[in-house]
């Protein structure tokens, strides 16, 4: 048993940290007034950027910085596309991920030669960390640590972000101008510098999980590596109740069901069946906040169904 949760609960961390840090960046845009249909594509650059800045430089700290800035970038696109040029939220999100999609294949290509994966032995990652003391907690010690900073990294961010959302003056004006636009403008509030800085955010915390992906879940860049995970992000911030600390336990649930369905691949199940736990675990939650938020309203379950 303890040699079961000793894997799991690592691997747990492991596979929710990309969908943390894209969570908590769609928890910034969705107070704005905003869903972000891009994060899976800025986590797909920066894990590109990433690991080519990462190989090229001989540094992972570089790396990281390139990841996290190419996430920025992109997220400054589709900001000015909508926020600009008034284009249609989820055609320019969706846009977004076909321009990452396509062009991360295109430079892999034209770069390296390389039209699958991008691999080399010489790309440095994200090291890990021994915490001090963590080994002697019961049970769990073990499981705790040995982890890559940027899984501690994501931590620390849900505090920074709760405190910015809930205790500063940026975040009471982000959750005004999401709740209604017409009280934040009568109040003197600059909705579109706002909303800009919300997504640029999210954009570099976007970055941060999608520069994981390359740097410390893996060693390497896949074609389409991000594997849906934004899309589960923004699951995780709806299943969340749209609060820091919900989009943290379900990016952790995400993550777990990750993680079991690895460890049950390990004992011989089909791969294939395990690989949809956590895509099932996505639709289960947005029926959920869809039957939560239909009850709202006064409507039924069977209703709620039939809506869907």
Excluded: C
Aim: glycine content about 12%; hydrophobic content about 50%; aromatic content about 10%.
């Amino acid at each position: 048993m303890m040699e079961t949760l000793n894997y799991l609960i690592p691997a747990a961390f492991h596979a929710a940290t990309p969908i943390l840090f894209a969570a908590l960046g769609g928890l910034l845009t969705e107070l704005a007034g905003y869903i972000n249909i891009g994060l899976e594509g800025t986590l797909l650059t920066s894990a590109f950027f990433a690991a080519v800045v990462s190989t090229l430089a001989g540094n992972a700290w570089l790396g990281l910085a390139a990841g996290a800035l190419s996430g920025v970038m992109i997220s400054l696109l589709l900001a000015t596309v909508i926020l600009k040029l008034k284009a249609n939220i989820v055609i320019a999100g969706f846009a977004t991920n076909l321009l990452a999609t396509g062009g991360t294949v295109f430079l892999m290509s034209t770069w390296f030669g390389e039209a699958g994966v991008f691999r080399s032995p010489d790309m440095p990652v994200i090291p890990t960390v021994d915490l001090p003391l963590i080994d002697r907690v019961p049970v769990l010690g073990e499981a705790l640590n040995h982890h890559s900073i940027l899984v501690y990294l994501g931590w620390i961010s849900v505090g920074l972000v709760s405190y910015m959302i809930y205790r500063t003056k940026w975040g009471l004006h982000l959750r005004v101008t999401g709740e209604s636009e017409e009280t934040a403008l009568s109040t003197g509030i600059n909705v579109e510098r706002l909303r800009l800085q919300a997504f640029l955010l999210s954009g570099f915390l976007a970055g941060l999980g999608g520069s994981y992906l390359s740097l410390g879940l893996t060693q390497f860049f896949m074609r389409g590596m991000s594997a849906g995970r934004g899309f589960i992000a923004l699951a995780a911030v709806y299943f969340g109740g749209f609060t820091p600390l919900g989009a943290t336990l379900a990016s952790l649930l995400f993550g777990f069901a990750g993680g079991v369905a690895n460890y049950f691949q390990t004992l011989g199940l089909p791969s294939q069946l395990l690989e949809m736990t956590p895509y099932v675990l996505t639709l289960v939650a947005i029926l959920v906040y869809s039957i939560r938020r239909s009850s709202q309203y006064g409507l039924t379950e069977e209703e709620t169904s039939k809506s869907l």
